[in-house]
């Protein structure tokens, strides 16, 4: 394997030695037309919508930003799901959401960037993100993602966007791995280059 492809891990457990893989305005994703681009959505997607509520502690530019928003709401809407982004953090003017506030409600999760994970060392080998399923929310070490992005060719945002997927996916599927694709453990050459091709999806059983 090519050090250009080192293998990671997206995430950490926080009980267990093997890896587990891995502002202010409302901005509704219109998906209809990415329906046919490279896997349609299924035919129920309009009964699937997801807000995902983001607290923005890394910075993040509003390119960065809205590149991680579309690039994940496309990959999202391949399983068949709408998702809706609700910045917590100033990224533009207005008011304040009502749902920064208040508790997660059904059909939400929360994604919490943050410039690295407090205690850890930053490194190449860092993982990139990890969840908490029982709370539905999850955190991005945007430090390690940064790195892992010079590493691999990759915009810092396309990666980002992959690993917040990724997560979003256990909070939906749970904490299990698959052996292959977006939910898999660690990924390699193949998975980098196949995001690179924006490619990288969900398995059918998955969706």
């Known amino acids: 394997m090519s050090d250009a492809y080192q293998a990671l891990c997206i995430e950490n457990a926080a ?13 509704t994703m219109l998906l209809a037309a990415l329906g046919t681009m490279c896997v349609a959505a299924a035919p129920d997607a309009q009964d699937r919508n997801l807000t995902v509520v983001v607290y923005d502690y890394a910075g993040l530019t509003d390119s960065s930003m809205n590149e ?5 709401a496309m990959l999202l809407s391949r399983a ?72 691999n060719g ?13 997560e979003i996916g256990h909070l939906l599927l749970g904490e299990k791995h698959a052996p292959t694709g977006i939910m898999w453990a660690a990924w390699g050459k193949t998975e980098y280059r196949e995001m690179a091709q924006r490619w990288l999806g969900f398995s059918d059983a998955e969706r």
């Open 15 to 27: 009980h267990s030695a093997q890896c587990r893989s891995m502002n202010t305005s409302w901005k």
């Open 68 to 72: 991680v928003e579309s690039l994940g």
């Open 80 to 151: 068949g799901i709408r998702a809706q982004w609700v910045h917590c953090l100033a990224h533009q003017p207005g008011s304040r959401p009502a749902l920064c506030d208040g508790n997660l409600e059904t059909g939400s999760v929360m994604i919490r960037i943050l410039k690295a994970r407090v205690g850890q060392p930053n490194k190449i080998g860092d993982p990139l993100g990890w969840a908490e399923v029982e709370s539905s929310y999850a955190s991005l070490d945007a430090s390690a993602i940064g790195k892992y992005a010079d590493h």
């Open 154 to 166: 990759l915009p810092a945002a396309n990666l980002m966007a992959y690993a917040a997927t990724h």
